[in-house]
T-cell receptor, first 114, second 115 residues
Framework: KAGVTQTPRYLIKTRGQQVTLSCSPI?????VSWYQQTPGQGLQFLFE???????NKGNFPGRFSGRQFSNSRSEMNVSTLELGDSALYLC?????????????FGPGTRLTVL | AQSVTQLDSQVPVFEEAPVELRCNYS??????LFWYVQYPNQGLQLLLK??????LVKGINGFEAEFNKSQTSFHLRKPSVHISDTAEYFC?????????????FGKGTLLTVNP
């Protein structure tokens, strides 16, 4: 079975731009969660989608949004980029929603905002 | 508010020595507990989780952890480490009950296994 894939792996943007990151879950998994990892703040939960519905959301501003498609693929969008948005963005998939089912992580997308 | 404290940011050990990575948490509600490992330039991998039942949880790669409710701790242990265990380890806490859960990670502990 193929693992979780994230595209692109690396991205460089400038302040004020917007960016869209993509995550393809393991086949059959319907839950996709997104996380931000920075040296200063560590790992932080962004949101979880299940069956095209956002089930849970972390404490991030509205500039961070996401969606999930009928094939369970998910995208994350960040608008009006700020320098502090530079981070590794990880997505994880699982069979069930709720965060207790084993999550399988992708390798991440490294976003650099200049 | 919920918080997770990993007491050591770095732990250097020699190969075949035992290791304990410490994790304490604070929460006003019941929680589930997790340990993840992150190898360089990779995503996270679940090592083990405590949901209920026995407080001693065994995970992959020979790791185990013990949930201590009175001390609000969930320390990770391995009796004999290998060079390949060099990685960053994260403790995480999730509140129980429903879709509006709160998930908090510790800052991580970098385990370095030296020959």
């Amino acid at each position: 079975k193929a693992g979780v894939t994230q595209t692109p792996r690396y991205l460089i943007k400038t302040r004020g731009q917007q960016v869209t990151l993509s995550c393809s879950p393991i086949s059959g998994h319907r839950s996709v969660s997104w996380y931000q990892q920075t040296p200063g703040q560590g790992l932080q939960f962004l949101f979880e989608y299940f069956s095209e519905t956002q089930r849970n959301k972390g404490n991030f501003p509205g500039r961070f949004s996401g969606r999930q498609f009928s094939n369970s693929r998910s995208e994350m969008n960040v608008s009006t980029l700020e320098l502090g948005d530079s981070a590794l963005y990880l997505c994880a998939s699982s069979l069930l929603a709720g965060g207790t089912d084993t999550q399988y992580f992708g390798p991440g997308t490294r976003l650099t905002v200049l | 508010a919920q918080s997770v404290t990993q007491l050591d940011s770095q732990v250097p050990v020699f190969e075949e020595a035992p290791v304990e990575l410490r994790c304490n948490y604070s929460s006003s509600v019941s929680v589930y507990l997790f340990w993840y490992v992150q190898y360089p330039n990779q995503g996270l991998q679940l090592l083990l989780k405590y949901l209920s039942g026995s407080t001693l949880v065994k995970g992959i790669n020979g790791f185990e952890a013990e949930f201590n409710k009175s001390q609000t701790s969930f320390h990770l242990r391995k009796p004999s480490v290998h060079i390949s265990d060099t990685a960053e380890y994260f403790c995480a806490v999730k509140t129980r009950g429903g879709s509006n859960y709160k998930l908090t990670f510790g800052k991580g502990t970098l385990l370095t296994v030296n020959p």
